[in-house]
């Protein structure tokens, strides 16, 4: 089907799905079904909500000494995430130790792995992202983390979780 600008409106309400074809992105179904991804816990399978799995991170995230740790539900102010979480980290060392010890313990435990990470191995410049669906993790320096004023950006998100 060819789209013209007269069809953006309809491609809206058809669905995101049909929005992300009519601009050319490849679909990411994950972002907008995740709300409880199925994992595989032991020998049965168990359901890991986004709430859950937010939780999980956080919990994480601060294994590794991270600070200023919050964890914001965002999911009536965008259709990208139910749920982020932004961490300082004091170098990229620390983002980099973080980011492997998400991979490592969430692949073992529940056999889950990131759609993308971004900003890692220096090219991020004190933000890196790590997209798991319905939660976003940002690790983020504290320059770039006063710079960028993320918590203000997403104010009227509720707060779940704030460790100082």
């Known amino acids: ?72 539900d965002v999911h009536e102010q965008t259709t990208l995430a139910a749920y982020f979480i932004l961490a300082t980290v004091d170098n990229e060392r620390q983002a980099k130790a973080i980011e492997d010890e998400l991979l490592v313990q969430l692949k073992l435990q529940q056999n889950l792995r990131p759609l993308s990470v971004d900003g890692l191995d220096g090219r991020g410049g004190g933000w890196s992202i790590l997209d798991y669906g319905d939660v976003i993790v940002h690790l983020l320096t504290a320059e770039m983390r006063r710079y960028y004023r993320l918590e203000e950006l997403w104010n009227k998100a509720h707060m779940v979780v704030k460790m100082l």
């Open 1 to 72: 089907m060819r789209w013209s600008a007269k069809s953006l409106p309809e491609a809206i309400s058809r669905g995101i799905g049909t929005f992300f074809n009519w601009v050319g992105f490849p679909q990411r179904s994950v972002w907008y079904s995740a709300k409880s991804t199925s994992v595989i816990a032991g020998s049965e399978e168990a359901d890991l909500d986004s709430l859950q799995l937010a939780h999980c991170l956080v919990d994480l995230v601060e294994q590794k000494q991270a600070t200023e740790i919050v964890l914001l």
